[in-house]
């Protein structure tokens, strides 16, 4: 809606067209218009949405998203050796590229303790469990493309707290 040249994006050009259709009823240039008649202001608004948001449809960029720490032992397949499983969700449309989760510590036993780990890629839709060196147990905080070396579609999800239980 609102797309003339097929390339998955609403240009303000675009926008400009189908307002020009519906004051003189004339189809705008480039555009295939099987109803001549019938753009109103309710599609105008639908293409003013997919100019806003993206067409549905069209790629998205990669959402990294944190699932959680747990016992290396507890994730399917289990990971070798025991230690902690970091794992991480991509929820967007597009393969991540590499990046670097931050793994912060809280110990109730001993002084805090900052781990990194380098992923690999993440395909969309897709997930991966990395093995971090040592167990540990207590709170635990993750942020997963703690250096910026992802553009994502929500930069706010990155983070989570939770608590790695004595096993
Ligand atoms: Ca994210
Ligand atoms: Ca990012």
Not at 48 to 55: L, M, Q, S, T
Request: glycine share 8%.
């Amino acid at each position: 809606m609102g797309n003339c040249n097929g390339d998955s994006s609403v240009t303000t050009d675009e926008l400009l067209a189908m307002l020009r259709l519906a004051l003189r009823g004339a189809p705008p240039e480039g555009c295939d218009v099987s109803h001549p008649q019938a753009v109103d202001v309710a599609e105008i608004l639908i293409a003013v949405n997919h100019a806003v948001a993206g067409c549905p449809g069209a790629p998205t960029l990669p959402d990294l998203v944190p699932l959680g720490v747990y016992p290396s032992a507890f994730v399917e397949p289990p990971l070798l050796p025991p230690w902690n499983a970091v794992c991480v969700a991509n929820h967007g449309g597009q393969a991540s590229g590499p990046f670097h989760a931050a793994i912060h510590w809280d110990f109730a036993y001993q002084a805090p303790q900052d781990q990194l780990l380098a992923f690999e890629s993440i395909a969309a839709a897709g997930q991966r469990c990395l093995n971090s060196s040592g167990f540990n147990y207590g709170g635990v905080e993750l942020v997963v493309d703690s250096q910026d070396e992802v553009a994502e579609r929500d930069e706010t999800n990155n983070r989570l707290t939770g608590y790695v239980p004595i096993p």
